[in-house]
């Protein structure tokens, strides 16, 4: 079955300090994947997407996440927390073409301690 | 260039009533896709719009519709309200640009949501 599995429920960082996110897919076919934040009581807003070019992708605010087929994994990062990072991230994978194949992690919860 | 914008915000419903929320994508985007967010089962997909058709649709059961009307503005209906239908409901859009018959930007532009409390 084509799945998305976000390794951790809740992250909890020190401001300043290194964030990672692990997302990993199950796929039988070479798919497209985001990352999206949403902040609270807010819609997603996209982070950065993979879509078969550069494996390493650089998004918004300092986040970068790297495409490994061979783990098929696409973890998030980014060298330095910043307190407005706190919220929810969303690994999701376009499986097929169609738009209403995605598939939505079940989340991760990043909180960011001073 | 306006965001994708829902409405109502915030909404109190009670069992067996039914609710109409909507949906205006951002100008130009053709693609509405409707989506429930509850703590218990996460983002899951009820459907999506492209030129007033239903391309695609989740597992949800009959008493949740939609509709896309020709200038890409959605709407979607739950009847027969259950508590169970307590959530943030999430509308987005997106850019199709085809290109040799199939592609799209590949970003989906979410509004802020209706959250609906069934009671």
């Known amino acids: 079955a084509q799945s998305v599995t976000q390794l951790d429920s809740h992250v909890s960082v020190s401001e300043g300090t290194p964030v990672l996110l692990r997302c990993n897919y199950s796929s039988s076919y070479s798919p497209s994947l985001f990352w999206y934040v949403q902040h609270p009581n807010k819609g997603l807003q996209l982070l950065l997407k993979?879509?078969?070019?550069?494996?390493l992708v650089k998004g918004i605010n300092g986040f970068e996440a790297e495409f490994k087929k061979s783990e098929t994994s696409f973890h998030l990062t980014k060298p330095s927390a910043h307190m407005s990072d706190a919220a929810e991230y969303f690994c999701?994978?376009?499986?097929?073409?169609?738009?209403?194949?995605?598939?939505f992690g079940a989340g991760t919860q990043v909180v960011v301690t001073p | 260039k306006a965001g994708v914008t829902q409405t109502p915000r915030y909404l109190i419903k009670t069992r067996g009533q039914q609710v109409t929320l909507s949906c205006s994508p951002i100008s130009g985007h053709r693609s509405v896709s409707w989506y429930q967010q509850t703590p218990g089962q996460g983002l899951q997909f009820l459907f999506e719009?492209?030129?007033?058709?239903?391309?695609n649709k989740g597992n949800f059961p009959g008493r949740f519709s939609g509709r896309q009307f020709s200038n890409s503005r959605s709407e979607m209906n739950v009847s027969t309200l259950e508590l169970g239908d307590s959530a943030l409901y999430l509308c987005a859009s997106s850019l199709e640009v085809l290109a040799g018959g199939l592609t799209n930007t590949g970003e989906l532009f979410f509004g802020e949501g209706s959250r609906l409390t069934v009671l």
């Open positions: 999701v994978a376009l499986l097929t073409d169609s738009w209403g194949k995605l598939q």
């Open positions: 993979y879509t078969s070019a550069a494996t």
């Open positions: 719009y492209f030129s007033e058709t239903q391309r």
